[in-house]
């Protein structure tokens, strides 16, 4: 099976109060699985590395043969796909995480708009669990 995973993270000041949103689908674009998550106190950047790694938690629950990654973090994206570095020290254990997830998976981590359907979902299960913090 092929996964796209559409992740978000976001906070309320940066560092502030941080969530996680979700969603989990099939190549058809059959939702499989909604996940929202508060974090307490992170940074933006932190939160969006946070939605990752939980989506492919859940994701390898799966088996897939296949993950695709949609975000609209240009910036990890760009780091997970090795064109920038990881310079901030908070997030270079997180990306670290995300690499010893995906080693024995083929992922790819693309970067799509905000308003794209699935990732206008991720976004409001973000802000539903910092609205219910």
């Known amino acids: 099976m092929k996964l796209r995973l559409n992740c978000d993270g976001g906070s309320r000041g940066n560092p502030g109060p941080a969530a996680i949103g979700l969603v989990i689908r099939k190549e058809d674009d059959t939702v499989l699985y909604e996940y929202r998550e508060a974090l307490g106190e992170a940074t933006n950047n932190e939160a969006e590395y946070h939605s990752v790694i939980k989506a492919l938690e859940l994701a390898t629950g ?50 799509v708009s905000r308003n794209r359907d699935h990732q206008e979902m991720a976004d409001a299960l973000v802000n539903e669990a910092l609205d219910n913090q």
């Not at 799966?62 to 760009?78: A, C, N, W």
């Not at 020290?89 to 997180?94: A, C, E, K, V, Y």
Request: charged share 30%; no cysteine; proline share 4%.
């Open 62 to 111: 799966y088996d897939p043969e296949q993950i695709t990654v949609e975000m609209d973090s240009e910036l990890v994206v760009k780091q997970l796909n090795g064109e920038y570095d990881v310079n901030a020290d908070n997030l270079q254990p997180l990306h670290a995480d995300v690499l010893s997830i995906i080693d024995s998976y083929d992922v790819r981590f693309e970067h």
